[in-house]
């Protein structure tokens, strides 16, 4: 990390400093003398982009691991054993034998063991019922708590309008779904169609509300599964592109984010956020949006 | 006095679980088994909260544990794996002046964790740490014990060897072949 000029083989020398460039480990010195480079240089630009991309990719990937939902409360669990089991070397009560001791000891130690867990032991979330709104609002409040700002409106209308809803046997016919997006949102019908994933069918496409906002919201059901495309009107000057991109679809950075049970991949236009969002794998969900990314961004612009 | 040290537990919970994702996702990708991964980060959080004494309030918590999980890591592969060390000779500084190998446009999460899975495990560390975990250079000198410039070398190397696996499991599908082609 020492201070370097470039002159001639600067492309050679730039490439010795990406690694460092890409992750902000250079000194301030020679991180300009590397953007001094890459504004004049297309190759390295190129393979900086690359290297980036790669980095994006590989976070996402491996973020994708669903970690089982019972480990937290095992690791507790495996704490609180073993503070219980450091009980034993308490001072020794006057009056009674060591052997009864141990026994009260290990008792007392299960009962309040068993009462702790009881009372402080995160339960898996519970899903709330169809018609029961405040422990709805609860669950969704937790649920979207992991994820960042910006995919957390998505996230529960998906929850809300999507996941807490009983389905007719019938999806209803396309007119009256055209009818609900309105004519400056129904041409998505056919955006969405030629992509949807084997086995699903759209259920349901409509404008709706969630805490204060405002969402066209389309949604694919197979069986108890179901997939949303959000997609909300920026507002307050929101936007995605701080963010490291997972995908480049055509030309249209898709990113993506998840909980343990959802996940979120999105896009944006200048004026929409566009989010796919479902319980599908994180590869399968980023698959989608980006399939779709490109002609909804078109439709949306 | 049962129950003096319960708020000390409760203050390790609260600094040490919010973690818990990241050391269970860093572990299952270095041992490549989910299963194991649980119990490696089981032992993680027991090790830590028997010296949570020694961790100092407001210094890098996620950092701490982290190095406690390399250190787990290294009981189990001796227990479990038959791991080849790296050798002083890989960790020369690699020469990184030529561009890498080409990546495909499209590859999915399976690809990716494919190709994560070849690269040689101390390699493999690095890249989780920097680049997923987003730790400095020298948070990940401390995490693993190593100097900074074995980081680096090692950061580069397995960088690379990551671009070159991709490229192998995108080859086995028949993909990115006239692309490279094409980039040659």
Request: proline share 6%; hydrophobic share 40%; glycine share 6%.
């Amino acid at each position: 990390m020492t201070r370097t000029q470039f002159g001639e083989g600067a492309c050679d020398k730039t490439r010795r400093y990406l690694d460092a460039y890409i992750c902000n480990e250079l000194l301030v010195e020679t991180n300009h003398e590397v953007l001094r480079h890459l504004e004049a240089c297309p190759a390295c630009t190129a393979e900086v982009a690359t290297r980036t991309r790669l980095r994006g990719r590989l976070k996402s990937a491996v973020q994708s691991l669903a970690v089982p939902p019972e480990l937290p409360a095992l690791v507790k669990e495996r704490i609180r054993s073993r503070q219980s089991s450091a009980w034993r070397f308490l001072p020794s009560l006057p009056t009674v034998s060591p052997a009864s001791q141990r026994w009260a000891m290990a008792a007392a130690a299960a009962l309040v063991l068993s009462a702790g867990t009881w009372m402080t032991y995160p339960r898996p979330l519970a899903m709330p019922g169809v018609g029961d709104r405040p422990s709805q609002a609860n669950y969704i409040q937790k649920i979207s708590a992991s994820v960042a700002g910006i995919f957390k409106s998505a996230l529960s209308d998906h929850i809300h309008c999507a996941v807490f809803r009983k389905y007719p046997v019938n999806p209803p016919a396309i007119e009256e779904m055209e009818a609900k997006l309105g004519p400056e949102y129904q041409g998505l019908l056919p955006v969405v169609e030629p992509v949807i994933p084997p086995g699903y069918r759209i259920v349901l496409a409509h404008q709706c509300t969630y805490g204060g906002r405002q969402f066209i919201h389309l949604t694919m059901r197979k069986g108890s599964e179901v997939i949303s495309l959000v997609v909300a009107r920026k507002e307050n000057g929101e936007t995605l592109a701080g963010l490291t991109p997972a995908e480049d679809s055509h030309g249209v950075p898709v990113y993506r984010t998840s909980t343990d049970q959802y996940q979120i991949a999105g896009f944006e236009s200048e004026r929409y956020l566009a989010f796919v969002v479902s319980s599908q794998s994180g590869s399968k969900n980023l698959q989608l949006a980006a399939a779709l990314a490109p002609n909804v961004r078109r439709l949306l612009s | 006095m049962l129950f003096a040290n319960k708020p000390r537990t409760q203050e390790f919970e609260a600094a040490a679980l919010p973690h818990l994702n990241d050391l269970y996702r860093m572990a299952a990708r270095l041992l490549g088994d989910a299963a194991r991964a649980d119990d490696v980060v089981q032992d993680v959080y027991y090790q830590a909260w028997k010296s949570f004494d020694r961790f100092e309030p407001g210094t890098n918590c996620r950092a701490w544990l982290f190095k406690i999980l390399f250190h787990t890591l290294n009981h189990y592969r001796r227990k479990w794996l038959n791991v080849r060390m790296v050798r002083e000779s890989e960790e020369i500084l690699e020469n990184t002046s030529a561009a890498g190998p080409p990546i495909p446009q499209h590859i999915t999460d399976e690809d990716m964790l494919r190709a994560l899975a070849e690269v040689p495990q101390d390699f493999r560390a690095v890249v989780l740490l920097v680049d997923v975990e987003e730790f400095s250079y020298k948070e990940t000198a401390g995490i693993l014990t190593v100097p900074v410039g074995t980081v680096m070398s090692r950061l580069s190397r397995g960088r690379r060897l990551l671009r070159e696996k991709l490229l192998g499991v995108a080859h086995s599908y028949g993909i990115g072949r006239t692309q490279e082609g094409r980039s040659a």
